[in-house]
Every structure is written in C-alpha cells, then in structure tokens.
C-alpha cells in the first residue's frame, strides 16, 4: 500500500505526546507528510490505549481509512504498535506486510419520545434504568418473545468488546472473529416474583434482537450507553439491535495473534 499521508490522534498523557513526536518526526523524515486533516489521510495513526481508540473512532464518526494503534495505555487490545515499531512502520506498509481486522459495530436504534435516535458501539451498547430503578424489557430474539427481563439493565456487546465491560459483567470471552454479538444481563433478579436469566446469550449477528420497554419502564428514563459516551431517554418505547454495516478497519502486524493479548492482557 502506498503510503503519503498520515494523521495522528493521541490522548493527553506524556508518553502519548512522545510517541506522537517521534512518530511525526520518522514519518516527515521518510517523506511521509502529517496532515491536520483526517479526511485526507491514507492510514489514521491513534495513540494511547483502548479508550482514546474508542474516542477516536467516535469523534471521526467511524472513518473509513484503516487505523493503526499505537499503545501507551494500560490494555491496547485495539492498538498494535510499540515505540519500537515506529521506525520499520512505512517499510511494513509499503511492502504490504500486514492484515486488516474489520471490526463490526453493534447498531440500537431507540424508539422514544424523541422519534427513533440510532447510536452505534465498537465495543457494546447497554441500557439501563436512572439511579436504583429497576428496568423491565420484553427481550425478543428474532421475532420471539423470550423473556421479561427485570434488573438495572443490559449489555450488548461485539466480539470485539467481550474483553472490556461485558467481561467485567461476567460475559463471555469471544474470538474477534467470530461474528456474534452477546447479551449480558446486568444485575438480573431472581425472586418469586421475577425469573431472568443470568448468564449472557451467544447469537448470530445477522439476528435481529428487540427490547421491548414495560409501561412502567416506559415511563421511566432510560440511559443508553455506547462505548463510554451516553444519552438519556425518556418514555422508550423499543430498543432494536442489529449488527451495524459499517466496518473499522484495524492495521495489525503479521505477529499479530490475539491469544497471545489475551493471556498477556488479561488471564
Ligand atoms: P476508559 O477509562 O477510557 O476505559 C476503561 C477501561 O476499559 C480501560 O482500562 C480501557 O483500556 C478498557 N477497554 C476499553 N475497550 C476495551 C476492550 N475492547 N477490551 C479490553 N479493555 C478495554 O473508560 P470510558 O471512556 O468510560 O469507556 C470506554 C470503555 O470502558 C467502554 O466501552 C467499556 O467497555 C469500558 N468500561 C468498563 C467498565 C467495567 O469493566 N466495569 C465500566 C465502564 C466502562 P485502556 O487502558 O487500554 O484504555
């Protein structure tokens, strides 16, 4: 791939601002020109860890360039390179020595008061009651009714995000390749007088899933949270998740192997 463009995001830490510097200065000095301009760059360059990759993605509304991390955070399951990497970067992509991993957002278009309002979520979009309110949803899978679900809400996640929120939630790890998305429950009760299921459903991603908000639920507001951004909503009549169409497109070196992150990352 013929490379003569960049552009660089970084959060605000010191050691991103260094990796940025140098990374600048060995691409100017390869005739490789930085630009202010993300539109017009052939490779997207986003420096920190897997938050400021979400925020990267969400501020250029999901661009179609490929993305190349650079990690100085504490996970960078999303980013691929190390500061080492930096001066061998325009040989490795001149000489198209790498892969490119399609990341596959999750869409949920919210029916409420406000019309229909569609957020998307690389990692997970979760639903939730405000304060303590429990929340109460039809959960539909395809054109099934397969529970009313009450607890503080739900989660659902990429295979991709399975390693960030939805883990902590007790979800399942999922191979990024796999294409599936994941419902986690989040605080589910189990009394008498409500039955939820408490670990998460596996399903294909091209199924389409409905949350259907109780009249009670419908009264209340219900906060949506897309990878760390949110927004409130009140009287939410339904939820409708898909798999988004859009893709990200993820540079990683020939080395890359995610089982290797995952046992240094996390297990
Ligand atoms: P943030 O502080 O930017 O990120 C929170 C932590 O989640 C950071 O350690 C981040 O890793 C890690 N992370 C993000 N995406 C990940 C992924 N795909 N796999 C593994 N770890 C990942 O927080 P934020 O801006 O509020 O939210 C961003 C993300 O944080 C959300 O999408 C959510 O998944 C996650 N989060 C997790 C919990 C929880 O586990 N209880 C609670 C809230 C939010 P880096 O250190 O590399 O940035």
Same mark, same amino acid.
């Given at each position: 791939?013929?490379?003569?463009?960049?552009?660089?995001?970084?959060?605000?830490?010191?050691?991103?601002?260094?990796?940025?510097?140098?990374?600048?200065?060995?691409?100017?000095?390869?005739?490789?020109?930085?630009?202010?301009?993300?539109?017009?760059?052939? %490779?997207?360059?986003?420096?920190? +860890?897997?938050?400021?990759? =979400? /925020?990267?993605? #969400?501020?250029?509304? $999901?661009? &179609?360039?490929?993305?190349?991390? %650079?990690?100085?955070?504490?996970? +960078?399951?999303?980013?691929? =390179? /190390?500061?080492? #990497?930096?001066?061998? $970067?325009? &040989?490795?992509?001149?000489?198209?020595?790498?892969?490119?991993?399609?990341?596959?957002?999750?869409?949920?278009?919210?029916?409420?008061?406000?019309?229909?309002?569609?957020?998307?979520?690389?990692?997970?979009?979760?639903?939730?009651?405000?304060?303590?309110?429990?929340?109460?949803?039809?959960?539909?899978?395809?054109?099934?009714?397969?529970?009313?679900?009450?607890?503080?809400?739900?989660?659902?996640?990429?295979?991709?995000?399975?390693?960030?929120?939805?883990?902590?939630?007790?979800?399942?790890?999922?191979?990024?390749?796999?294409?599936?998305?994941?419902?986690?429950?989040?605080?589910?009760?189990?009394?008498?007088?409500?039955?939820?299921?408490?670990?998460?459903?596996?399903?294909?991603?091209?199924?389409?899933?409905?949350?259907?908000?109780?009249?009670?639920?419908?009264?209340?507001?219900?906060?949506?949270?897309?990878?760390?951004?949110?927004?409130?909503?009140?009287?939410?009549?339904?939820?409708?998740?898909?798999?988004?169409?859009?893709?990200?497109?993820?540079?990683?070196?020939?080395?890359?192997?995610?089982?290797?992150?995952?046992?240094?990352?996390?297990?």
């Amino acid at each position: 791939m013929e490379l003569n463009k960049v552009y660089i995001y970084k959060n605000n830490n010191k050691a991103s601002a260094e990796a940025a510097e140098k990374f600048r200065d060995v691409m100017e000095s390869q005739g490789v020109e930085v630009t202010s301009n993300y539109g017009e760059a052939d %490779i997207l360059v986003c420096i920190g +860890g897997d938050g400021a990759f =979400l /925020r990267f993605v #969400h501020a250029c509304g $999901f661009p &179609r360039q490929p993305i190349v991390g %650079i990690n100085t955070g504490h996970l +960078g399951f999303f980013q691929e =390179l /190390r500061a080492q #990497h930096i001066k061998s $970067f325009h &040989r490795i992509i001149s000489e198209d020595r790498f892969t490119i991993q399609k990341l596959h957002p999750v869409s949920a278009c919210i029916v409420s008061s406000r019309g229909e309002t569609t957020v998307l979520g690389l990692n997970e979009v979760l639903f939730r009651g405000p304060y303590t309110h429990l929340t109460h949803f039809t959960i539909q899978m395809g054109d099934t009714d397969i529970q009313d679900f009450s607890g503080d809400g739900v989660l659902v996640s990429t295979s991709a995000g399975s390693t960030a929120y939805n883990y902590s939630l007790g979800g399942a790890l999922a191979a990024p390749e796999l294409d599936a998305l994941q419902l986690t429950p989040i605080a589910p009760m189990n009394t008498n007088a409500y039955r939820c299921f408490r670990s998460s459903i596996l399903y294909p991603a091209d199924m389409k899933l409905t949350l259907k908000a109780s009249e009670r639920t419908s009264r209340d507001k219900i906060e949506v949270v897309y990878d760390g951004l949110s927004g409130v909503f009140n009287n939410v009549h339904e939820i409708r998740i898909t798999q988004s169409p859009i893709t990200v497109d993820l540079i990683r070196l020939e080395s890359y192997n995610y089982w290797e992150k995952l046992k240094s990352k996390l297990l």
